[in-house]
């Protein structure tokens, strides 16, 4: 089974940045879709950002041009660089794989969370 190791999250002020990472276990990292979400108190899990094994991106309208999602396939690792943070960015950010962007948003197939790397944006 593949493990998510999130980190880099912390406390920041709004209008801040902060650059998360995730490094994947297994050898199947580079053919697959990769996703950050996002969980905030009292809401579901929601994607905020995803990237294809070919690089195409999605995001979500609340992010868009404000995070960054790379990957760097020699490493395992995807990255979710996040600009001009907002206290509503709160949340614990996770990682995870999918066949696809598509599967991604569904959440098909995942049956596992790491433990995540908590984000909060002070006013």
């Known amino acids: 089974q593949v493990q998510f190791v999130e980190s880099g999250g912390g406390l920041v002020q709004a209008g801040g940045s902060l650059r998360l990472s995730c490094v994947a276990s297994g050898s199947t990292f580079s053919s697959r879709a990769m996703g950050w979400y996002r969980q905030a108190p009292g809401n579901q899990r929601e994607l905020v950002a995803g990237?294809?094994?070919?690089?195409?991106?999605n995001y979500a309208d609340s992010v868009k041009g404000r995070f960054t999602i790379s990957r760097d396939n020699a490493k395992n690792t995807v990255y979710l660089q996040m600009n001009s943070l907002k206290p509503e960015d709160t949340a614990v950010y996770y990682c995870?794989?999918?066949?696809?962007?598509?599967?991604?948003?569904?959440?098909?197939?995942?049956?596992?969370w790491g433990q995540g790397t908590q984000v909060t944006v002070s006013s």
């Open positions: 990237i294809s094994s070919g690089g195409p991106t």
């Open positions: 995870n794989s999918g066949r696809s962007l598509l599967a991604l948003v569904r959440s098909e197939g995942i049956t596992y």
